[in-house]
């Protein structure tokens, strides 16, 4: 299993940045990628970001590419997520969560993703 911890969070205006952190811990060495999701409230969760924890292949939701860079720091065990250009349909709480091996690598399924941080809220105002 492996733990997932958020931070970076927080209420800007549009236009701004922020950089999101997730920080794994425990059966890091299980871990195929790690991914980004986010949900607004009243909708469902959505895929924003992933990448292969070993090559650093990355993909994106395609509302948010060109705005948004996933990142990763092996020695740390960190992923990041830098949000530019912030827009008030980015709003939502956002989850980082980790795809183990073993297992087909559908990027942008929830399912596909066993282990969940608590998730950090992002407000963006107009």
């Known amino acids: 299993q492996v733990q997932l911890v958020e931070s970076g969070g927080g209420v800007v205006q549009a236009g701004d940045s922020l950089r999101l952190s997730c920080a794994a811990s425990?059966?890091?060495?299980?871990?195929?990628?790690m991914g980004w999701f986010r949900q607004a409230p009243g909708k469902e969760r959505e895929f924003v970001a992933a990448?292969?924890?070993?090559?650093?292949?990355?993909d994106y939701l395609g509302a948010v590419k060109g705005r948004f860079t996933i990142s990763k720091d092996n020695a740390k065990n960190t992923v990041y997520l830098q949000m530019n250009s912030l827009k008030p349909e980015d709003t939502g709480v956002y989850y980082c969560?980790?795809?183990?091996?073993?297992?087909?690598?559908?990027?942008?399924?929830?399912?596909?993703?066993?282990?969940w941080g608590q998730g950090t809220q992002v407000t963006v105002s107009s």
């Open positions: 990448i292969t924890w070993s090559v650093g292949f990355t």
């Open positions: 969560a980790a795809h183990p091996a073993g297992r087909p690598y559908y990027y942008s399924t929830a399912s596909q993703y066993t282990d």
């Open positions: 425990g059966r890091t060495a299980s871990m195929y990628a």
